[in-house]
């Protein structure tokens, strides 16, 4: 118990949350010129003042339900890295279903089991080291692609804005539609009818179905604003129903 509680000890160390900080910062910053950006050019291309309000204002709704699930699993992350990594790694990544498997598997090369006992201090380095170093794949590939994907767009796209639309809703839906299945069938040819996620993902879907269809009968703005962030919660709360 000793190890723990002296690896636990460095883990939320305030040095550690001061080395945490820039990472975070940047982020911010990012995010703050984003927005600014856009906010000067929405004018430039035709989009009023109301419309771009009116999107501010959805964005921030629909990011509710994303920001929930982070913060439920940010959970199980403190417990097992401390609070200053997982507050650096959530607001880089966001995603627990990679941190979390990133940190085990490197704790488990160092030859410890993540948030036990015999968890030591080269094992939790190897964890920080890991859990940074993996995603710099999905960095690169934006970084040198992502000035290129509307030259593709356009030309798959034949320079139809019609075809345009169709493409984006597509791609929407194909990646929705793979993280849905991929729930559906982790790595299987049969639907477990047990699993939580299954459970989840059925009744977000029905809670979205609902809603969509009374939207479309009483002309309902709301709908379009909440829908979403309602169904998320929703399927993760039928999800959680599922486990007692």
Same mark, same amino acid.
């Given at each position: ?34 927005? +600014?950006? *856009?906010?000067?050019? %929405?004018?430039?291309? =035709?989009?009023?003042?109301?419309? @771009?309000?009116?999107? &501010?204002?959805? /964005? ?44 085990? +598997?490197? *704790?488990?090369?160092? %030859?410890?089991?993540? =948030?036990?006992?015999?968890?030591? @201090?080269?094992?939790? &380095?190897?964890? /920080? ?44 839906m194909g ?55 309602i169904a ?13």
């Open positions: 118990m000793g190890q723990e509680l002296e690896y636990l000890k460095v883990a939320n160390s305030p040095l550690l949350w001061i080395a945490c900080i820039p990472a975070v910062a940047l982020v911010m910053v990012q995010a703050f010129m984003f927005a +600014r950006r *856009a906010w000067k050019t %929405g004018p430039q291309m =035709g989009v009023s003042k109301e419309q @771009m309000v009116r999107g &501010a204002k959805s /964005a921030a709704i629909a990011s509710l339900g994303p920001s929930l699930v982070i913060v439920i699993g940010a959970v199980s992350l403190l417990a097992s890295v401390g609070g200053p990594l997982a507050w650096m790694r959530l607001a880089y990544i966001g995603s627990v279903m990679y941190e979390l498997p990133a940190a085990d +598997r490197a *704790a488990t090369a160092a %030859g410890s089991t993540l =948030g036990t006992n015999n968890m030591t @201090m080269e094992a939790f &380095a190897n964890c /920080a080291w890991i859990m940074c170093v993996c995603c710099l794949g999905w960095i690169i590939v934006s970084a040198l692609f992502t000035d290129k994907m509307g030259k593709l767009r356009d030309k798959v796209a034949g320079g139809s804005e019609a075809a345009l639309s169709v493409i984006a809703v597509a791609g929407g990646a929705f539609g793979y993280q849905c299945f991929n729930r559906m069938l982790p790595g299987t040819n049969s639907i477990d009818f047990s699993s939580d996620q299954f459970w989840a993902l059925i009744g977000g879907f029905v809670i979205m179905l609902c809603l969509s269809l009374y939207g479309q009968k009483k002309k309902t703005k709301w709908i379009s604003q909440f829908g979403m962030t998320m919660i929703g399927g993760m709360l039928i999800g959680a129903i599922t486990l007692i």
